[in-house]
């Protein structure tokens, strides 16, 4: 899951919208890390759960934005964390539990489904989907070197 994650983050182009969904500690976190340190997020990204936004500079020039919905009370409060802001040309925007934004989510994204594999514990099965036109989403890379 780390080496699947260094490789989006190297491969990624902004700007990028990714929505990481998947119950309780089925690996999101893991995941927004470390493609947040393949995008070139030097240092610890700690897990957001009580700011629900992080921003990371790095080395590359993109700006690593990972936001954590879970404690979310209201869709309202989204408008305080910016989120009609994001999408700027040089974000990579990761959001995990995107479900307490439904219906605000942006057009045009990627999101990444993990769950659980019966009977193996460090097994995650992993979905991808894209959301929107073709064209106007090429920042994901759909095929990386692992
Ligand atoms: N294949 C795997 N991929 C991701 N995490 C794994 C895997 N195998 C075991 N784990 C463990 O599962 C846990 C995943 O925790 P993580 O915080 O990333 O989950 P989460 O989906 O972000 O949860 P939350 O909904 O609480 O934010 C970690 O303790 C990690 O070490
Ligand atoms: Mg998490």
Not at 21 to 37: D, E, F, N, T, Y
Not at 136 to 141: H, I, K
Request: hydrophobic letters at 45%; proline letters at 8%; aromatic letters at 8%.
């Amino acid at each position: 899951m780390i080496r699947w994650g260094n490789a989006i983050g190297v491969a990624a182009r902004t700007p990028l919208f990714l929505l990481l969904r998947g119950p309780l500690g089925a690996g999101k976190s893991v995941l927004a890390r470390s493609i947040a340190q393949g995008a070139g997020v030097e240092g610890a990204v700690p897990s957001p759960t009580f700011n629900l936004v992080f921003r990371y500079p790095s080395s590359r020039g993109v700006e690593v934005v990972h936001m954590d919905l879970y404690r979310l009370s209201d869709p309202s409060e989204l408008w305080e964390l910016g989120w009609q802001e994001l999408g700027g040309q040089d974000e990579l925007v990761l959001v995990e539990w995107p479900d307490r934004a439904e219906g605000m989510l942006p057009e045009h994204r990627w999101e990444i489904t993990l769950g659980p594999v019966a009977g193996d514990r460090e097994a995650r099965m992993v979905s991808v989907s894209r959301f929107g036109v073709p064209q106007d989403l090429p920042g994901f890379p759909v095929s990386v070197d692992l």
